[in-house]
């Protein structure tokens, strides 16, 4: 099991904060992992990443995380724009 660095789950919600094309609640970037971080992470894996069943992890050497870390250099893609929950 992998350890939440602060620093590395603030780039975490930062980009999904980033990743969300639709007027909705986002993300409080505090560095903290709970329900809403992770469900977000989930919703994210299941529509940008394409998991069947999403984990909500985010492991450097995994699928998400290149997904994620784009949002950290590049704008939102129109794709995004079928995103929603995201809270």
Do not use: C, H
């Not at 609640?25 to 940008?48: C, H, S, W, Y």
């Not at 394409?50 to 290149?66: A, E, I, R, Y």
Request: hydrophobic residues 40%; aromatic residues 6%; charged residues 25%.
């Amino acid at each position: 099991m992998g350890v939440n660095k602060k620093s590395d789950v603030l780039l975490v919600q930062e980009a999904l904060n980033r990743s969300i094309t639709q007027p909705q609640k986002l993300l409080k970037v505090d560095g903290l992992v709970g329900l809403l971080t992770i469900g977000a992470i989930e919703r994210f894996q299941k529509n940008i990443v394409g998991f069947s069943k999403p984990d909500g992890l985010v492991d450097v050497s995994g699928k998400t995380w290149p997904k994620i870390a784009r949002y950290l250099v590049d704008s939102p893609p129109a794709e995004n724009k079928r995103l929603s929950g995201f809270s």
